[in-house]
């Protein structure tokens, strides 16, 4: 088997296993809004440009926002981790550390990259 029938194969699978990955930026809005429903006090937004293409999405847990107020250390790291999918980007979290030295989530925000941008409508 050829290597270019193989990756083919591979990311059909994929797709078939996974959905395409441009689709779940159509499925944002529905997630945010659930996650408002389920989470009080979550705050989300979604930022798109002129042509309606996904820029960013930002996502702080209402659960994750009064834990920070509460029982917190006052040291706020940003995190990004570069995302290896078709779509490519940056995942950005913001996150500190609990009385329990664990690490505390706060934020996600996750970005595509600026030639990968999927369609949000």
Not at 25 to 39: A, G, I, R
Not at 59 to 86: P, W, Y
């Amino acid at each position: 088997m050829s290597y270019n029938r193989a990756y083919k194969f591979k990311d059909g699978t994929l797709q078939n296993v996974f959905g395409d990955p441009w689709e779940s930026f159509k499925m944002l809005p529905t997630y945010f809004h659930m996650l408002d429903k389920c989470n009080p006090g979550t705050i989300t937004k979604i930022e798109t440009d002129r042509k309606n293409l996904f820029k960013y999405g930002f996502m702080a847990l209402g659960a994750c926002i009064d834990g920070f107020n509460t029982v917190i250390r006052q040291v706020i790291v940003n995190e990004e981790t570069h995302l290896k999918s078709k779509t490519r980007g940056v995942l950005l979290v913001t996150v500190c550390k609990d009385d329990n030295k664990m690490i505390y989530p706060l934020v996600f925000r996750p970005i595509p990259s600026a030639l990968s941008r999927g369609q949000y409508s």
